[in-house]
């Protein structure tokens, strides 16, 4: 039995939660409303600002999906009160970060900078030239966002020059040391 799936959803004041008749799940609150479409035998049942999720049967597919829907409606409700957020660190002799209007500009050590548009419901704020914090409602869009970003320059392991999310740790790797006795 789902672990994750049995556990209850506690619905905050200003939210509203509801399943249409097509199996889509919309969370409307303070920040914004995100929808989901839920496949499978998952039903819903509210009661005194609780949310409990169940399935139909014992099917090995409902059982996988029961705690996934749980977690993705979750994300949803925690989404639209609070909002997500990471944080990049661009480190590197020269690199640096600028913002003009809705898009970021990117100068990582290439011949020429990376222009990386804000993606509908995504923002981003500098903090500082080397850092980017990426805020959205959607927990997914902004763990992908963050990623893309991240893809752009990989840290290196000699020098630790690149984009990591601020709190990773990189291990730096040895350099050469031939001739050394």
Do not use: C, W
């Not at 959607?138 to 000699?158: C, F, H, M, S, W």
């Amino acid at each position: 039995m789902s672990r994750i799936g049995r556990l209850p959803i506690s619905i905050p004041k200003g939210v509203t939660v509801k399943v249409s008749d097509e199996n889509v799940v919309t969370v409307k609150g303070p920040l914004g409303e995100l929808s989901e479409k839920i496949y499978g035998a998952i039903s819903f049942k509210e009661e005194n600002g609780i949310l409990q999720l169940s399935r139909a049967n014992e099917e090995r597919q409902n059982v996988a999906l029961h705690g996934l829907y749980r977690a993705l409606v979750f994300n949803m409700v925690r989404g639209v009160t609070v909002g997500y957020e990471k944080a990049l660190i661009i480190a590197g002799v020269g690199y640096k970060v600028t913002k003009q209007g809705k898009k970021i500009i990117l100068n990582v050590g290439f011949s020429h900078p990376v222009e990386v548009e804000e993606p509908d419901g995504i923002t981003f704020t500098l903090t500082n030239p080397t850092e980017i914090v990426v805020k959205g409602i959607d927990k997914e869009l902004v763990g992908q966002t963050a990623a893309n970003i991240k893809a752009i320059r990989p840290v290196e392991p000699y020098h630790n020059y690149g984009v990591r999310y601020k709190g990773e740790k990189v291990v730096k790797k040895e350099g050469k040391t031939a001739g050394k006795k």
